[in-house]
């Protein structure tokens, strides 16, 4: 099996991986990183097909230019397929305001369905010689694993999680040959997960009690839902707003992809919609909490509600997913400083990260790699692979780089 990479194998971000066999060439996956302006990984040859794990920009964000330039049949659940179009039209929305130009158009983006297959997890479809079957990576609802049969069996992850979150159960191995595996979390482990939702729950509390407001940026889709799920009967107010509304309402209309549809309703029914201004500056004054894009704060309405509640020490802001290398949230992550309007500076407020991620940590990739016993393993999508494949004795390991040819047998 010949493959190389378009972008994405040894960073968190724009994700291409292509591969060449003798009957297809095929694509899986085509983001790009976001930033201002966002990083793109190298053009798309002409393919066959292209699979698609799942929505996240990094991971679908060049789906329409590939669409519209290529015009590859695209194979994805439908949960993924709504998204996809969610996202790309308010990628086209940010561009315009951020004053960068994305590589496609409204009326490519809304052409996609032309190109769109849907899958069902476990169900085989088959691309002449070759043979695939979709599974829930347990990442976000409606990701996707990939498995392809040609003889020799390849797995490939996408973006994937063990354990099981409040909106989808987490992933479970697959014997195979050949693992393409994410590598995120390569050197690093998670804290226990109930343990640091009660720390949460704890901390948006105190916050309120003393009079503060708790800013909780979060990723539009699946964190966002997630945190309001974890926020459920606290007794406080909890705001949402940004896109994750309109996530949660995809998320609804499709329950399949959910561990539990009345679960995730009846957090939400707890949950105010903001929609504008007015109604952000009254909650500001009375207090509560707000979940609200963009969870990297690199724009969006968190940045206007920490410029309200930067300068008071009563007030929170409480970051809750993986922030990228470049963005605002890492620099507040790391250097405690933030950028708002142009001006970087310091709040005075009170700052915490809690690490809610949706990816497997480093223990739990190598569990996952000894249970699918492959016989060749590819690290990417990560920036410490070289971590992970240190436990990797037993395996052919591989750590490529973007835009090099490989061949695996
Ligand atoms: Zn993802
Ligand atoms: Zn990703």
Redesign the pocket.
Known sequence: MKFSFLGGAEEVGMAGILFDLPEYRFLLDYGFTPGKPPSFPKESPNIDFCLLT?A?V??SGLIPWLSSARGPRIFATTMTQSITEILARDNLKVSKLEGYSLPFSEGDVASLRNYFEPIEYGEKFELGEIDVRGYSSG??PG?TMFEINNGSRTLITG?MNTVDSMLVDGVKPIRCDNLFIESTYAGREHPNREELVKEFRDDVSDTIKRGGVAVIPAFAVARSQEVAMMLESLGVDVYLDGMSKRIATTFLSDGKFLRSVSKLKKALSQVKFVNNDSHRKKLLKNGGAVITTSGMLDGGPALFYIKHIKDDEKNSIFLTGYQVEGTNGRRLLDTGMIELDGDIGKPKCNVKFFDFS?HADHRALVKFIDECSPKNVVLYHGDKRELLAKDLSNYNVLLPKDGENYEIA
Do not use: E, M, P
Request: hydrophobic share 20%; proline share 0%; aromatic share 0%.
């Open positions: 799942h996240h990094d991971h990442h976000i990701s973006d949706a």
